[in-house]
């Protein structure tokens, strides 16, 4: 059975940082896309970046381009997301997802909220 757990959500204060991690298990990530999603209440999941295991090519949505880095564990089966300087629009529930081109797996969110 495929799992993707997220941990590493909180409270944190504008300008803060925080590093989720999605430990996988049941698949090999080296075989998918990784990538970290986000949805904010009441508004549509978005793409936040992503990650090739096979030769470490990252993405960034524009929002979080230089504050945001996306990085992967093949060895543990893991991948991380360190947020800096985040701000109060970064408030959401993020997912992490891998992708191939036969499957499509989520976790079950972690809950990220900046305050001011």
């Known amino acids: 059975e495929v799992q993707l757990v997220e941990s590493g959500g909180g409270l944190v204060q504008t300008g803060g940082s925080l590093r989720l991690s999605c430990a996988a298990s049941?698949?090999?990530?080296?075989?998918?896309?990784i990538g970290w999603f986000r949805q904010a209440p009441g508004k549509k999941r978005e793409g936040v970046s992503c990650i090739s295991s096979s030769d470490g090519s990252t993405f960034y949505a524009d929002s979080v381009k230089g504050r945001f880095t996306i990085s992967s564990d093949n060895a543990k089966n893991m991948v991380f997301l360190q947020m800096n300087s985040l701000k109060l629009e970064d408030t959401a529930v993020y997912y992490c997802?891998?992708?191939?081109?036969?499957?499509?797996?989520w976790g079950q969110g972690t809950q990220v909220t900046v305050s001011s």
């Open positions: 997802n891998c992708k191939s081109w036969m499957y499509d797996y």
């Open positions: 049941g698949l090999t990530l080296y075989d998918y896309a």
